[in-house]
């Protein structure tokens, strides 16, 4: 029996050459990891038990077919990736500090991620249209096509009653400028009802470091009375700031020995977007309790994907953040 589609993701899936560590020479050793943030959540979600479907372009090479068989092995829907003969699979290149922190470059201009059209995101939308929730990410928003189908296809998904989550990720190497960037960035916000920002990203969007002021400046930037229903702010090691309405928690992450932090904002998403999927009321049934019960798990899977290399082989199945959490409990 096939698998219902709980989630959609839109956006790059790209190659992550990630550093590992340096020879005996001191040179840099990189590993070919798959990657690009709305595929990650896609995945994330998938091996923690939601059905999820990504959207996106890949070149049509050795790189974009990994790629697409990664997908199919982790059980993300992948009748709406497509393979672009002109445009080679986009690389990002990750660089691991001491403490696992990570600087990215990309061999993107163009990549195969940024050639994806209207008329194939929203053809490929059509196959779930009954999906509870669409994920995109800022970068689609950065190179035309991409942005144009990104645009669109947040618009149609919305006009079929989904609910939308975004993660305006900022790549400085990616934009021409942060002025543009933040404008870009802030111009799927009032199509939002679920949003995750890292507290880099909420200052740069708001102006404010101050969790409150700034996650209630995010909610405001949604429609309607009610704003952007759900505003996390990620903050690393430190956990997460949540705010639903005039309600706000903080709460605190997990201790682990860092390999590298690739995939965890992703992870955190992913987890949360499978457990919102999972309940009647994603958002107005969910009461402030189970709320923190839902961060906390995602949390905890956040803390495993740093545990190891890679983002996509890192993230953790449900087997494996169930016995971590009755381990804390």
Not at 29 to 53: C, K, Q, S
Not at 215 to 222: C, T, W
Request: charged share 25%; hydrophobic share 40%; proline share 4%.
């Amino acid at each position: 029996m096939e698998k219902h589609t709980d989630i959609i993701t839109l956006g790059e899936l790209l190659i992550d050459l990630t550093q590992k560590g340096n020879d005996e020479n001191g040179n840099g050793e990189f590993t070919a990891y798959p990657g690009g943030a709305p595929a990650n959540v896609a995945v994330a979600a998938a091996r923690l038990g939601a059905g999820a479907a990504f959207i996106g372009k890949v070149g049509d090479d050795a790189f974009g077919r990994s790629l697409e068989d990664t997908l199919k092995k982790e059980g993300v829907d992948t009748s709406g990736l497509y393979a672009c003969k002109e445009v080679p699979t986009t690389l990002a290149i990750v660089s691991v500090d001491a403490s696992g922190e990570r600087d990215f470059s990309f061999y993107r201009d163009p990549g195969a991620d940024t050639q994806l059209t209207e008329e194939e995101a929203v053809r490929a939308i059509k196959q779930n249209e009954s999906a509870e929730i669409f994920h995109v990410g800022s970068l689609s928003m950065t190179t035309s096509p991409a942005k144009e189908a990104c645009e669109k296809a947040v618009k149609y998904a919305k006009g079929k009653g989904m609910l939308i989550s975004y993660d305006p990720n900022y790549r400085a190497a990616l934009w021409d400028s942060e002025e543009r960037a933040v404008k870009m960035m802030k111009a799927l916000m009032p199509y939002t009802d679920i949003l995750k920002v890292s507290d880099e990203e909420m200052l740069m969007l708001t102006g404010t470091d101050d969790f409150e002021e700034g996650s209630r400046i995010l909610r405001d930037m949604g429609e309607g009375e009610r704003g952007i229903d759900l505003v996390m702010v990620t903050l690393g090691a430190d956990g997460v700031f949540v705010r639903r309405g005039e309600d706000v928690a903080a709460l605190p992450g997990f201790s682990v020995k860092v390999a590298d932090t690739n995939g965890a904002g992703d992870t955190f998403l992913g987890a949360m977007l499978m457990q919102l999927a999972g309940e009647p009321q994603p958002l107005d049934g969910i009461d402030p309790e189970k709320l923190k019960e839902m961060i906390t798990y995602a949390n905890r899977a956040a803390s495993l994907t740093c545990s190891k290399h890679g983002a996509i082989p890192a993230m953790p199945s449900a087997d494996e953040v169930a016995a971590c959490m009755k381990q804390q409990s």
